[in-house]
């Protein structure tokens, strides 16, 4: 039998994306507990620059003691799981106030990076980067 604690439903859940990274988050009433894959945020972003990017949204709105959040990271590196999880965190906050629009978009939070990495091309080395040139 699973001892697995018995969650309150999500008020919201909602989906980011950067680069190879997507996020799943959920928000729900709370105290303002961030948890990423069951880890508290402080040991799974250990660098104090994801944690800021993380919860950007959170900071402009004021709303960072109102809600505890839940997120599922999978793919890409710590940088991008990181803007994932704004982005995911932007929508959710969006979902449940509607009013908060102006704030989030001036600030570029709910625009979804679109830059991904350029697919190798062959004969070269990388997308780009091409084998040494010889004259001789």
Request: charged residues 30%; positive net charge; glycine residues 10%.
């Amino acid at each position: 039998m699973s001892t697995k604690p018995k969650l309150p439903v999500p008020l919201s859940q909602t989906t980011g994306r950067r680069k190879r990274a997507v996020a799943r988050v959920r928000v729900r009433t709370g105290q303002g507990t961030i948890t990423v894959n069951r880890k508290p945020i402080e040991q799974y972003f250990t660098s104090a620059t994801h944690r800021m990017v993380v919860t950007e949204p959170l900071r402009l709105t004021n709303l960072g003691e109102g809600y505890n959040i839940d997120a599922t990271i999978d793919g890409g590196g710590v940088s991008g799981q990181a803007g994932a999880m704004r982005l995911g965190i932007a929508r959710s906050l969006l979902e449940l106030d509607p009013e908060l629009r102006p704030t989030l978009k001036k600030a570029g939070l709910l625009t979804r990076d679109a830059r991904e990495k350029e697919s190798k091309k062959y004969g070269l080395k990388k997308a780009r980067k091409a084998p040494q040139y010889s004259k001789r």
